[in-house]
């Protein structure tokens, strides 16, 4: 059931992280991937050279913070692959900013990135979706969005907005197949947490402080985006998925 055969998924931000995770995961189960990256050309085709066994996968260079590369990644995959069933909305920045230091310009890079990109993706993807009365759009968003976070409210509020924008569209899409769900990581042991995390007694400390006593691999969060994308989760709509061993109870 949780076959995604002749499926075509679109990744933003695949190269590496949770949308690497999504990527091999997605493959794996028999979907056809689109992924998009910025910088790391290298990651982003050795991973597809790890899956040529699989089924078709391309990349796709992409800077999220325009709307033109946006447009024309999304009309470049319609061409490749000749529809998008499920959009995950992955591709984000974490970076620290206190309130009193923190610039507008990098305010405006986190929300343009992690909550304008979210909304230009899924404008340009809903026309096809509502032409083939069919859609999956799941969005990354995180426990920050939920309960907020010191001294990254800038990356809190554009998450906030992400799962606002998650249920709004649940309301708007859903009488044409379409369903809009997001699922909200709490720590997670990736490339954008090395450098936190560099310190043990730290990552235990915060392992410590989950019921399940551990921290979400990127695998984790990838099995619950592969769920709401399947068959499986076809009457779920508007959910906040929150998967974080426990540590924020609310979704």
Request: aromatic share 8%.
């Amino acid at each position: 059931m949780l076959n995604l055969e002749k499926k075509v998924v679109l990744i933003t931000g695949g190269s590496s992280g949770i949308g690497a995770a999504c990527v091999k995961l997605f493959a794996k189960a028999g979907a056809n991937v689109a992924f998009t990256y910025n910088k790391n050309k290298g990651a982003a085709f050795q991973l597809i050279n790890s899956l040529s066994n699989e089924n078709k996968i391309i990349a796709y260079k992409t800077k999220i913070e325009s709307e033109t590369s946006i447009n024309k990644t999304v009309k470049s995959v319609l061409n490749d692959f000749n529809r998008i069933d499920i959009l995950v909305n992955n591709a984000g920045v974490w970076e620290e900013g206190k309130i009193e230091e923190m610039t507008l310009e990098h305010w405006d890079r986190t929300i343009k990135i992690n909550l304008t990109g979210t909304f230009l993706f899924t404008k340009a993807v809903v026309p096809h979706m509502k032409k083939n009365k069919y859609g999956r759009i799941i969005n990354i968003s995180s426990t920050a969005g939920q309960r907020g976070e010191a001294t990254y409210s800038h990356y809190a509020a554009s998450k906030g907005g992400m799962i606002s924008f998650t249920k709004s569209l649940a309301a708007e899409l859903g009488e044409f197949n379409i369903t809009t769900n997001s699922v909200a990581p709490g720590w997670v042991i990736t490339e954008m947490t090395d450098e936190v995390f560099s310190d043990k007694k730290y990552l235990k400390k915060e392992a410590d402080k989950i019921p399940t006593k551990r921290i979400a691999t990127a695998e984790d969060i990838a099995g619950s985006v592969l769920f709401l994308a399947s068959d499986l989760a076809r009457q779920i709509n508007g959910e906040i998925l929150n998967v974080n061993g426990g540590s924020v109870l609310c979704g």
